[in-house]
């Protein structure tokens, strides 16, 4: 595989969400998510404005009891470990 013409090595995953919106409000997000089985144990969100990622940061965690993280740009995250 190439990217920008230089040769990269795939290691993950290329995963195609059937109607999943782009541009779904938080109630969309947390009914979508709600269905999920198993129920994700980590969720990351890298989109949106600081405030109403964190208030659906705090609803995800109380719905889910999953651990959600909103990080900062490059951050990194081992997700294995």
Known sequence: M???GEP???RCEVV???GFSA???QGEILGWVGRLDPAPRRIFLVHGDAA???T???L???QLGATVTIPAP???AALWS
Do not use: T
């Open 8 to 10: 990269a090595q795939r």
């Open 16 to 18: 195609s969400l059937e």
């Open 60 to 62: 995800l965690r109380e």
């Open 56 to 58: 659906l940061a705090g």
């Open 74 to 76: 490059g951050e990194e």
């Open 2 to 4: 190439n990217i920008f």
């Open 52 to 54: 109403p990622a964190e």
């Open 23 to 25: 541009h779904a409000d």
